[in-house]
């Protein structure tokens, strides 16, 4: 039992969404259009063809979208749907990926560790 998880979103959340770039060096890569608060990019979930780009980088608000498959979401949104982790692992990999502190219920996060793997 993951505690303080509204905590730990939060923190997660504070985080800007390009952060995760190294996570997903491929897409990081299929870069770039546009400037400012808003970057497009060829779909980061290769779900369909993409000659113009149709993925928005929404730096301001924090989430990103595609406007062809409509996928996307904001930081753990976006990780959960490009790893197939559920929710809750999706919270403790970013967690742990931005080194953020965890804790799982009485025990120490190492026991707690092997039920999400
Ligand atoms: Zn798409």
Same mark, same amino acid.
């Given at each position: 039992?993951?505690?303080? +998880?509204?905590?730990?979103?939060?923190?997660? /959340? &504070?985080?800007?969404?390009?952060?995760?770039?190294? $996570?997903?060096?491929?897409?990081?890569?299929?870069?770039?259009?546009? =400037?400012?608060? +808003?970057?497009?990019?060829?779909?980061?979930?290769?779900?369909?063809?993409?000659?113009?780009? &149709?993925? &928005?980088?929404? $730096? +301001?608000?924090?989430?990103?979208?595609?406007?062809?498959?409509?996928?996307?979401?904001?930081?753990?949104?976006?990780?959960?749907?490009?790893?197939? =982790?559920?929710?809750?692992?999706?919270?403790?990999?970013?967690? *742990?990926?931005?080194?953020? /502190? $965890?804790?799982?219920?009485? *025990?120490?996060?190492?026991?707690?560790?092997?039920?999400?793997?």
């Amino acid at each position: 039992m993951l505690v303080n +998880s509204g905590q730990i979103i939060e923190a997660i /959340k &504070s985080h800007d969404i390009w952060e995760l770039g190294p $996570l997903f060096p491929a897409v990081a890569k299929r870069r770039f259009k546009g =400037k400012g608060k +808003s970057i497009y990019a060829p779909c980061a979930f290769h779900l369909h063809p993409d000659v113009k780009p &149709s993925f &928005s980088w929404h $730096l +301001s608000k924090n989430f990103c979208q595609c406007y062809g498959c409509g996928m996307g979401g904001d930081l753990i949104g976006f990780y959960s749907a490009m790893t197939g =982790k559920d929710f809750i692992p999706s919270v403790i990999a970013l967690a *742990r990926f931005f080194h953020i /502190k $965890l804790q799982f219920g009485n *025990r120490l996060e190492k026991e707690g560790e092997e039920e999400w793997q």
